[in-house]
């Protein structure tokens, strides 16, 4: 069936530091992925996302490319900022894009 | 667009009662509603899949009698934990199912944090 593996955090970093987070995935077909961010307390905002392979996904300086090839969906940031500390969860939809299966979450701790 | 709601955001209770949320599609029909459970530092886990006017398919290990869903409208679904106890204390997420540039996605809810005393 489906999967998404991501990498286990927390990953701590220093403001203005360069982020990227791994996720892969299994699949049959072909997905749509997703990357969304849940701050504390709060629900899941998506963040990106990509439909179709080589689709690149970019929002809030935030970006990921669908790479068929590796299967992989790492999301990645120039400069991360406090603000940015949150939990990050790569998905992947099904073809008919109704089910979503999550990768476990990576924790993001920006320090000042 | 695409906003869901969920209500309440919190809630408190007494173990043996039952607890009632809410989840809302604002500005579009959902056919389709999902609920979800998060434990503290863990990944969301699918409990089941509701359609409007049908009964909601359970995932694997959730109780249906413990979880029950209604989905009476394309823009409601309630899910009403019963007989709650401390072990149903949890972060319960909503999404909704809607269409965007053509594509399937879903769309989620703010979350209900349930605490049962």
């Known amino acids: 069936g489906d999967s998404v593996t991501q990498m286990e955090g927390p990953v701590t970093l220093s403001e203005e530091a360069f982020l990227t987070i791994n996720c892969t995935y299994t699949?049959?077909?072909?997905?749509?992925l997703f990357w969304y961010v849940q701050y504390p307390g709060e629900g899941l905002q998506l963040l990106l996302k990509?439909?179709?392979?080589?689709d690149k996904g970019s929002n809030k300086g935030f970006e990921a490319t669908y790479r068929k090839e590796t299967t992989s969906f790492h999301l990645e940031k120039g400069s991360v900022q406090v603000s940015d500390s949150a939990v990050y969860f790569c998905?992947?939809?099904?073809?008919?894009?109704?089910?979503?299966?999550f990768g476990g979450g990576t924790r993001l701790m920006v320090k000042p | 667009g695409a906003v869901v709601s969920q209500h309440p955001s919190w809630v408190i209770c007494k173990s043996g009662t039952s607890v009632k949320i809410e989840c809302r599609s604002l500005?579009?029909?959902?056919?389709?509603m999902f609920w979800y459970r998060q434990f503290p530092k863990q990944s969301l886990m699918l409990m089941a899949t509701s359609n409007e006017g049908s009964k909601a398919t359970y995932e694997q290990g959730v109780e249906k009698d413990k979880f029950l869903i209604n989905h009476a409208s394309l823009t409601l679904s309630t899910l009403t934990v019963t007989s709650a106890h401390p072990e149903d204390s949890s972060f319960y997420i909503c999404?909704?199912?809607?269409?965007?540039?053509?594509?399937?996605?879903?769309?989620f809810g703010p979350g209900t944090r349930l605490t049962v005393l």
């Open positions: 990509a439909t179709k392979a080589d």
């Open positions: 998905a992947l939809g099904n073809n008919a894009g109704n089910m979503l299966t």
């Open positions: 999404s909704a199912g809607g269409r965007t540039s053509g594509y399937n996605e879903q769309f």
């Open positions: 699949a049959t077909g072909y997905p749509s």
């Open positions: 500005d579009f029909q959902a056919t389709t």
